[in-house]
């Protein structure tokens, strides 16, 4: 009895010992922070969940790494320009077709469908652009214009190839014949003649095309550091989106379109500026919707299976390819934090002269596409959200000489 009064006496006093060591070690480590001594880290071999000194200074150089990393993302996701974020701000979102009710495959009904939403995976293989982009521009005898933009694409991604178009131009700059010269692996320059136009000069650079992607710009567009087209690339490489487009300038071309059905069954096409039918998951800055800016990274087997250029559009063809893009059912997309720079005046030689050809082509869109007005800056408050063949919107009385609907407000043609 003595022994087993004995054992309890000490378990209790070993007990009470235990909980003063330990309520002593906390309060002589309160507000401290816990260091290694690697100097302490003795040499031996990695065994179960024993580290040696070099696998334990991997992973503390690992652990910074991915500190730098994530701070470079942070700061990469908010380094926009004023303008971006001032954009951002009005965007308005018209949803995409989640429950895919719209019957996509009625020519009658498509302009008014919704896309479903962008399906993401995993399969991206491309890191370099040189590897699986091409950049095609067609240009009007502004060759100066073009090796500039060239040159500005090179800083920021050598050795991408590029395929230049051009009317019939007898005054080529010496400048442009040594740039050439100089770069005859990187850079195809062909002359189509005086009536090629935009469209057909856009589809003959895009049929040469090689690469899995194919980069449309303009001749007086230049790359930026903001310009991150691997961006572009890394969305078409993870997703089922067929095209994906920069901005710069105003953007005023961007946003949703859909057909208006009058009470005597003429149509007209209402494009709502801004609108968007959702954003691109895990992409900051982008978004779903139907037409961009001629600035875009394109899959080119499925705009060559689509082919929305019509060579009877010499100009003011914009529109008309991304109606085609939609009745083609392709999904567009837009990242405003990819950014170029238009070097050219926004009134300019080349600019007044297709203005008088504009009774001409406007006219040829509408007759094409079964349309009687055109109507541009619409609200996107009035986006219709039901999916049907039957929208109507109420038209109001004339206003100033133009027939003009409830909430929208310029009649473009």
Not at 118 to 128: A, E, H, I, R, S
Not at 209 to 228: G, H, P, R
Not at 332 to 360: F, G, M, P, W, Y
Request: proline fraction near 3%; aromatic fraction near 12%.
């Amino acid at each position: 009895m003595k022994s087993i009064f004995i054992k309890k006496t000490l378990c209790k006093v070993c007990t009470l010992w235990m909980a003063i060591l330990t309520l002593w070690t906390a309060w002589n480590t309160q507000g401290k922070t816990t260091s290694i001594d690697q100097n302490k880290v003795t040499h031996t071999k990695s065994e179960g969940n024993t580290l040696n000194l070099v696998e334990k200074q991997n992973i503390i150089d690992r652990m910074h790494v991915d500190e730098q990393e994530n701070q470079n993302i942070y700061i990469n996701a908010e380094n926009i320009s004023y303008e971006v974020f001032e954009l951002e701000k009005t965007m308005y979102t018209v949803g995409f077709d989640q429950l895919n009710s719209c019957d996509k495959t009625k020519p009658e009904t498509f302009l008014n469908c919704k896309p479903d939403p962008p399906l993401f995976k995993q399969t991206g293989k491309c890191l370099v652009a040189k590897d699986c982009v091409t950049v095609v521009c067609k240009t009007r005898f502004r060759l100066d214009m073009v090796q500039g933009m060239i040159e500005s694409l090179w800083k920021c991604y050598p050795g991408v190839q590029v395929i230049i178009t051009d009317d019939n131009n007898d005054n080529i700059p010496k400048t442009w014949q040594d740039f050439l010269e100089n770069h005859t692996e990187l850079v195809a320059y062909f002359q189509l003649g005086d009536q090629a136009g935009i469209s057909w000069g856009r589809k003959f650079a895009a049929n040469l095309v090689s690469t899995k992607y194919f980069f449309q710009i303009d001749d007086d567009l230049v790359f930026e550091k903001s310009s991150n087209l691997m961006k572009l690339v890394n969305i078409l490489e993870n997703s089922d989106v067929d095209i994906v487009a920069g901005q710069y300038g105003n953007s005023n071309m961007i946003g949703c379109m859909t057909v208006a059905w009058e009470t005597n069954n003429s149509k007209s096409l209402l494009h709502y500026y801004k609108a968007v039918y959702g954003i691109l998951v895990n992409y900051p800055h982008c978004y779903m919707l139907d037409i961009v800016q001629n600035v875009y990274l394109a899959r080119t087997a499925e705009l060559m299976k689509a082919d929305p250029w019509d060579s009877k559009f010499k100009m003011y063809e914009h529109t008309d390819f991304f109606l085609a893009v939609k009745q083609n059912r392709l999904k567009t997309a837009i990242c405003l934090d990819v950014e170029l720079t238009e070097i050219s005046a926004s009134i300019n030689s080349l600019r007044t002269s297709r203005t008088s050809q504009k009774a001409l082509y406007m006219p040829l869109t509408l007759r094409k596409w079964g349309l009687e007005a055109w109507y541009r800056h619409c609200n996107p408050l009035q986006y219709p959200i039901e999916n049907t063949t039957n929208i109507k919107y109420q038209s109001k009385v004339m206003v100033n000489g133009t027939r003009d609907f409830k909430g929208h407000t310029q009649r473009f043609y």
